[in-house]
């Protein structure tokens, strides 16, 4: 089966400039997760979906981080204004039971100047 | 809450058998993970533990105790190619959802 995709691979922008990422998870995976991975750490999570509904958005900067998830497949992620502290890695994640665990996507590296 | 424990890094020798630890404690559990992550890439599932005891899946092998909020993951006969980082993840109570630990980093020496 395809994996989860993500793009773009790598971004690199100015602080206080707005980014988006895009992640298209494996057909017919009802759960769709956000997780950010600052460098040394492990993933955090930023937002779970179940189909095209907000399951847990508690830990997701809603000041300036939000994501939809349209018609329970794809998803974007977007970040506006950035600030130097969002440089982390970010993975998206889909899941269709518990037995089986994530299937992660490549993730996009996102370096603020 | 929820608060997992591994340790930051470990050095081991080619060909030897290494033992990474997690401790937890967490408001729920319903299951814990360990998943592999090489430098730059995606954590990919390495193991699931729901009930006590020792999990065998090739030189892999998991273990936990619930009672102890305990799990170590088993790495025998190491090769290079296991130098990556091992992050323990706990599916707490409520919807199923994965917190990691901060991730061990294993280095595979000559």
């Known amino acids: 089966e395809a994996g989860v995709a993500q793009s773009p691979r790598y971004k690199i922008i100015e602080k206080r400039q707005s980014v988006a990422f895009w992640c298209n998870p494996i057909s017919g995976h009802a759960t769709l997760y956000w997780y950010q991975q600052i460098l040394g750490q492990g993933p955090k999570l930023l937002i779970q979906f179940q189909n095209n509904g907000v399951v847990d958005d508690s830990q997701l900067p809603k000041d300036r981080f939000s994501a939809e998830r349209l018609k329970g497949v794809d998803s974007t992620l977007k970040i506006q204004p950035a600030k130097l502290e969002d440089s982390a890695v970010y993975l998206c994640?889909?899941?269709?039971?518990?037995?089986?665990?994530?299937?992660f996507g490549s993730g996009t590296r996102l370096t603020v100047v | 809450g929820q608060n997992i424990d591994q340790p930051t890094e470990m050095t081991a020798t080619e060909g030897a058998i290494v033992q990474i630890n997690c401790t937890y404690q967490?408001?729920?559990?319903?299951?814990l993970f360990w998943y592999q992550q090489h430098a730059g890439e995606a954590p990919t599932f390495l193991s699931y533990n729901v009930l006590d005891g020792l999990e065998e899946k090739g030189r892999f092998s998991s273990f936990l105790s619930r009672s102890k909020g305990y799990s170590y993951l088993l790495l025998k006969e190491l090769q290079m190619k296991d130098s990556a980082s091992y992050l323990c993840?706990?599916?707490?109570?409520?919807?199923?959802?994965?917190?990691f630990g901060k991730g061990t980093k294993l280095s595979v020496i000559p």
């Open positions: 993840a706990v599916d707490g109570a409520g919807s199923y959802q994965l917190t």
């Open positions: 967490t408001s729920g559990f319903n299951g």
């Open positions: 994640a889909s899941s269709s039971d518990r037995v089986r665990g994530y299937t």
